[in-house]
């Protein structure tokens, strides 16, 4: 990937999922690290995910999950970027992503086993995930 | 739009038209039958009542330790409540709705009960009572020693509404800005207001039989740097659209904000100025409470720290003498807290509440003056809202926050102004950073102005985004004032 | 008694003739050369000096958090303190020394030694700072980053001294009334007073040399229902007697009583009051601060009830601005904590700490209220004491406690009047039942008895001994205020 | 045992131990009860305590420790009553008995074996211990 093209990231948390906090921090510190946010907000069904990613030819899904129904929630989201031909476009995810404390070590596996590139805990800063993108475009 | 917002009693014969409809959304809804219900609630024990427990603790000046509890399957959900009864001592229960069914999705909330069943753990973030139907919640009522009430944060709570309280619960909470503007993105208020409406009327429906069910607001709404004034202006503006409808037990919410001057006073003008607008509006035989809740945002992720976080609220909450607190739990941070971890929350408050049994915070220079504030700046606001509306209290509403009079920081909603920028200032009181378009006077203004930039001089900063940023982080990593590294 | 009291600071040579015996008592004491001594501090770094850190702490207007701990053997009590260290934060450290050594019993605290070495596990509540010596005493304070301090209760602490402060501590906790009264059966006074005069002239010594060590009285006492004037008056006293000897940084003790507007009034008045009479003796360039014990009595055995303890506790030091809070942990109820159980005290004080930081107990007609009565007090009881000893004060001390003016409720000692009966008032601030001989005057006698009849009146019963039963159980029961059930 | 006669206890904290509250309220309470205290108080020693039962023919020695020396101070005790003659006199032991939270029953056992009658775990009320009394010499 060539220095100067922005990496464009969709940005959104999903399924029946209102916390919007994380989610305009997580906007506001990737647009200052110098990414292209495309942000979806809120409450993001699966489609509003692909369709955004198709339509910007977006390098990298960013799926927040808060509310504890991360695990119905994300089923089957990598599949449909597969139809969708969005085979390079990288899966990240993280919040609070399933019911309840459970060991973080089973939770990723979980994650991982359904597509996704990236699984982090609740707590994780901006800063981690950035750098982490910086590594994974650069 | 074409819903019509009343601005008086519903005509019950027009409520039972929409009522048809209303129970024909989900099967479950044809296993309400008013009458029966009534019959219900009238052999229900006194120790089962909400509105009763509510008015003993006001008298006795005690304050009421309340978790947030709810599993997706009936026998777990009732083995929560009795553990928390028993082991953790709750003076009341609730019954928190999973999110599927705030958002009427009652076939995803199908899902996760049989995903629930097949995993043997709870797949959902609380009780999906639509789906279980009004005989499983007379199972949970009847469950437990003491009242238990009905938590959500639905836009649309018809059918929930009637369901749950058919099946004896006493005290429903959420309104029609509250349970929109925090938990929705697309609904217009002119239908989360109606659908409240609706909800009113039926509780003024009970009361007419003889059945008080309180009703308690949102008040924490996004739980993120809500200043008093906003939260108060909705939790007013809520008591009058539920008095309209003829409900007469409302509990007042509020939200920890973490400076305890400010807090305090926003617990004592939040019942002083319902209180002022409710008789303003003719409605005077209204019994009012109020509700505080620990800190609302987020929280620590370590357990001690956690417990630091939920002492302060449950000080608080007392000293301000609340008639209820909300209590959080060690595992706030991490997800659904198991009901050891909820017990321990509430054991926690409530030693700190019967300690505090006996004192209050007395009355000081910088007391009155946060009062004073509040007081200015609801009536600013509640005042423009009533206005706006020409004497029908949900149309100025609908119209105030289009007009951003009426805004709520860090809200999803799309019909929310969203101009509102809250920080804290140097004593950690939340003020207004950005005052989008809320009608306050210049006196007001500079009021925030000088308290947001005495912060900006001690840190050497320009107050920005970023020192909403900082205040937004402070809690989680053992502060209060988000202060630049 | 032949015991001679000092009523000035004790001359060198003579000091130096007693010194020979002490440093004999145990093998030990001759590692102790005092010149190196004051190399060894000389050399040590800022952060490791208390001095240091209770001055800027006091500057920046925060409260420094510290536990107890102690451990039998060196590289498990060393383990315990970088535990508390890095994973508890704490701010400063102790070093708790075992009951054995308090009493000089050196031979059983050998015996504890060997047998924890045998078991693998602690057999002592403490460190045995003696048996250990002095390399072990530089090992302590060397392998943690924050300064550390001697904590214990020991009547003759003259070795304990001798050796820990020449092992690079930079703080000892104690007195001579302190250190007898609450700690012993049948020490007289004179001679405990004498073994502290020669503990402060130890440390007067080390000033002139230009090495300030800091002093701290033990104010929580029997940690039970002890009134704000007893423990003021004897912090004070102690630091007279520790001012004569030379010592320039004094820390004054209170332990935390329960109603807050009585315990911020305690904090607040207790540095002034010292002030005041260190100012009428001549001391002028002394440093105070102000340490605050959470609740020293019977703890509730649930850990999420002592968490609530602790929280309160910790929202009161932060409120009345004290330079350092004692912190308890959850596992106060049932013996000394584990390092886990310990640290996570500290992380829930420290929360509460940090969020508190900007905010501040305003004045109030109540505050000042409690703030007058205290110091009406205290003057009465410490006056008489001055005039008692005839300009000396440690005479004045020996005499006032047999006439019973100075009088600790529950305390074990023999030379203790223990005539003095506490109860709580209505809203939970200890009053006196019984006065024994304090030499009060009618209008403080008449406000005490006001304020406990008041509470009988409420809970329809006589005060009794039943009352003071009931309060030495409500804490541990959930309450603050023993009601009758 | 006749009914009239009044049973006596000699009650004390051992060792090195200073905790004296408890020990006034067992004292207070034993007496409301009924019972004929012998109260040695905090700091007293094993010979203290059996002087005193010899002095007094006393049925019972309650012995507090709260402050975690339990193992080391109570240690022999019993070989000292049976020395001291006193066959029949029974052995409650009640406090904070080891450093630190320990499990009950392994501490139990402990006391147990050293010839204690009834161990009370912290947190124990007077009530308890007193009916345990009138349940052992009725
Ligand atoms: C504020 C809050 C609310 C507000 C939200 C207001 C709003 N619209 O935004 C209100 C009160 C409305 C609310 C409602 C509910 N909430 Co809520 N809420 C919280 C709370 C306290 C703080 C969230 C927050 O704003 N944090 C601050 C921001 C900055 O942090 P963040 O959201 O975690 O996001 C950061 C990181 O997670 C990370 N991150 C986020 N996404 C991603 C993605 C990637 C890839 C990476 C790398 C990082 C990352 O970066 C973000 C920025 O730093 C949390 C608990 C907590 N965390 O302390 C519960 C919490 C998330 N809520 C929860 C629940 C259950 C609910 C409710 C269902 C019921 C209820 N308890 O009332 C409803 C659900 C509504 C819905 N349909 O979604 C649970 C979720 C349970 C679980 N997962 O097991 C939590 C954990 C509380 C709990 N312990 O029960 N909530
Ligand atoms: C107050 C107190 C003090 C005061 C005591 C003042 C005095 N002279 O009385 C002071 C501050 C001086 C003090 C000093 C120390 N203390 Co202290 N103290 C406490 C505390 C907080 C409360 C004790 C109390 O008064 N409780 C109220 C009374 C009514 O209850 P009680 O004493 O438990 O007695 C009741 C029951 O136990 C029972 N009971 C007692 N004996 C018996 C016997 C029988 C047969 C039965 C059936 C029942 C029974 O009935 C009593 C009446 O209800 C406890 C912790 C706690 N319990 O919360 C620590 C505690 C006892 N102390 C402790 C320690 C270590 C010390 C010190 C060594 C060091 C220190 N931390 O400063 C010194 C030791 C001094 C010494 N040489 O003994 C530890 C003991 C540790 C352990 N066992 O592992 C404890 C548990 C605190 C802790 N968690 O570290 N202490």
Known sequence: MEKNKKITIVLGVIGADVHAVGNRILHHAFSEAGFNVINIGVMASQEEFINAAVETSADVIVVSSLCGHGEIDCRGLKEKTIEAGLHNVKLYVGGNLVVGKQDWKEIEKKFKRMGFDRVYPSGTMPQEVIDDLNADFS | ?????????????????????????????????????????????????????????????????????????????????????????????????????????????????????????????????????????????????????????????????????????????????????????????????????????????????????????????????????????????????????????????????????????????????????????????????????????????????????????????????????????????????????????????????????????????ELKQEKDIIVQEVRAIVDRVIEFGESNVALGTVRAFQAGILDVPFAPSKVNYGKLLPARDNNGAVRLLDFGNLPFTKEIIDFHRGKIAQRGREENRQPSFQMVIDDIYAIGKGMLVGRPR
């Open chain 2, 1 to 365: 739009m074409d819903v019509e917002l009343a601005k008086e009693k519903i005509d019950w014969e027009q409520f039972k038209q929409i009522r048809r409809e209303v129970l024909m959304s989900w099967p479950t809804g044809q296993e309400v039958d008013l009458d029966e219900a009534v019959e219900y609630h009238k052999q229900l024990a006194a120790n089962r009542r909400f509105p009763e427990l509510l008015r003993a603790a006001k008298a006795e000046g005690r304050t009421l330790a309340q978790p947030r509890a709810g599993a997706a399957l009936l026998h777990e959900h009732i083995e929560l409540l009795q553990y928390l009864e028993r082991e953790g001592e709750a003076d009341c229960l609730p019954t928190t709705i999973d999110s599927y069914t705030r958002q009427n999705r009652y076939n995803e909330a199908q899902k996760g009960i049989d995903e629930s069943r097949i995993e043997g753990r709870s797949m959902l973030n609380g009780f999906p009572a639509v789906n279980h139907g009004l005989p499983a919640c007379r199972e949970v009522v009847e469950a437990v020693d003491v009242p238990v009430q009905v938590r959500h944060g639905t836009p649309d709570a018809r059918l929930l509404a009637e369901i749950t309280l058919a099946g004896g619960f006493t005290s429903f909470e959420g309104g029609g800005i509250s349970c929109n503007i925090p938990y929705a993105k697309n609904v217009p208020l002119e239908r989360s207001l109606a659908n409240w409406q609706y909800v009113d009327r039926l509780i003024g429906y009970y009361q007419e039989q003889g059945i008080t069910i309180n009703r308690e607001s949102f008040g924490p709404l996004t739980g993120t740097l809500v200043p008093p004034c906003i939260s108060h202006s909705v939790g007013i503006i809520e008591a009058l659209l539920a008095a309209e409808q003829g409900v007469k037990s409302i509990t007042l919410g509020y939200g920890q904000c973490g400076n305890f001057i400010q807090d305090a006073a926003a617990v004592i003008t939040l019942e002083e100025l319902a209180r002022e607008y409710l008789d303003k509006f003719g409605y005077q035989d209204i019994e009012l409470s109020t509700v505080f809740h620990q800190w609302m945002g987020g929280f620590p992720q370590d357990e001690s720290k956690a417990y630091g976080v939920i002492g302060w609220g449950a000080v608080t909450a007392a000293l301000a003498k609340a008639t209820k607190v909300i209590v959080k739990t060690p595992h706030e941070a991490m997800g659904v807290p198991t009901k050891e971890a909820n017990a321990l929350g509430i054991k926690a408050t409530k030693q700190i509440l019967n300690m505090l049994k006996d004192q209050s915070l007395p009355e000081s220079e």
